[in-house]
């Protein structure tokens, strides 16, 4: 998501197809928000890639079936997901905390300050309404956004 972020930045007509392991409506969201024309899981066909690609070029956007259909449900089922409430800067944080990178490490990779990367924890921690890190992986493991590990 980063990623696309600095892309959209630079070129706001770039037509990118996000190609994922993640095959969880948060993540497809959130890069069609971000700017993504498209959004394929590496688990789906070869043909539904092609297919993204076609639709793309065609002026089109494009979302694997099996996830539009959990994206179009999500919109009818009234769920409070908590996670909406970050920036696409904090979800990215969110995420690299969840899967036990520090926050020196999260400031390196982000190319922010360490300083910066502490406050966005903290932000992040406050809309979840969350006090430890436990808490937080907690959440990233009940939404979808990292595994649990045996």
Known sequence: ???????????????????????????????????????VVKTDAPEVLLEAVKQVLRGGRYIGHELAQHLAMDRFIPTENPLEKLSPRE???????????????????????????????????????????????HMAIRFGITQQRD
Do not use: P, W
Request: aromatic share 6%; hydrophobic share 45%.
């Open 91 to 137: 979800f990215e944080v969110f995420r690299r905390i969840a899967e036990g990178v520090s926050l020196s490490g999260i400031a390196e990779q982000l190319h922010i300050g360490y300083k910066t990367a502490a406050n966005i924890q903290t932000q992040v921690r406050q809309k979840l309404n969350v006090q430890t890190t436990g808490q937080l992986v």
């Open 1 to 39: 998501l980063e990623t696309l972020h600095r892309i959209i930045a630079r070129d706001a007509n770039a037509r990118l197809i996000i190609f994922s392991m993640h095959n969880d409506n948060i993540y497809a969201a959130r890069a069609m928000q971000a700017g993504a024309k498209g959004y």
